[in-house]
Nanobody
């Protein structure tokens, strides 16, 4: 069974840090583009960061550049999102997404999301 599972969310004060994890089961990240998205209450889901898993190349939204880092985890099929200097406007449900090709078929998987709340 294919699954993406996010973890690591929680409540943190402004200026604090959190590290989110995204772990895959039932498929491998080897040919995937892994992205993090977030959705704040009353707002549309927005893209945050992506990594081409095989090559490790990364891209970031302007709103998080210099504060967030996406990386491959030490465990296979795991991706992290290190979030530093968190702001109240970073409060959202964060989702992991994996897209790629499996043979001739394209896949597009989403996790269930993890809540991040930045508040004093």
């Amino acid at each position: 069974q294919v699954q993406l599972v996010e973890s690591g969310g929680g409540l943190v004060q402004p200026g604090g840090s959190l590290r989110l994890s995204c772990a895959a089961s039932g498929f491998t990240f080897s040919s995937s583009v892994i992205s993090w998205y977030r959705q704040a209450p009353g707002k549309e889901r927005e893209w945050v960061a992506r990594i081409l898993y095989t090559f490790g190349s990364t891209n970031y939204a302007d709103s998080v550049k210099g504060r967030f880092t996406i990386s491959r985890g030490n465990a296979k099929n795991t991706v992290y999102l290190q979030m530093n200097s968190l702001k109240p406007e970073d409060t959202a449900v964060y989702y992991c997404n994996a897209v790629g090709l499996s043979g001739p078929s394209r896949y597009d998987y989403w996790g269930q999301g993890t809540q991040v709340t930045v508040s004093s």
